[in-house]
């Protein structure tokens, strides 16, 4: 049994999208939806930025300098 517009290895294809579906994710607002994700990166950008300045303040009593 062929389908249009389907691969010979896929024998069960997802069902269609029907458009009410479409439109209502296609109205859904885009803002807002990475809080989780800025949360991290605000937290690598902290850690990053106290291990650079401990090293430099380390290294610094080492080679005594300042």
């Avoid at 517009?5 to 209502?24: K, L, Y």
């Avoid at 690598?44 to 430099?56: E, K, P």
């Amino acid at each position: 049994m062929s389908m249009h517009g389907v691969p010979q290895g896929i024998s069960n294809p997802p069902p269609p999208i029907a458009p009410a579906a479409v439109a209502e994710a296609e109205a859904k607002p885009a803002g807002a939806q990475t809080p989780g994700t800025l949360v991290l990166v605000f937290v690598f950008l902290a850690a990053f930025m106290l291990y650079y300045f401990v090293n430099w303040k380390l290294l610094s009593f080492i080679w005594r300098i300042g």
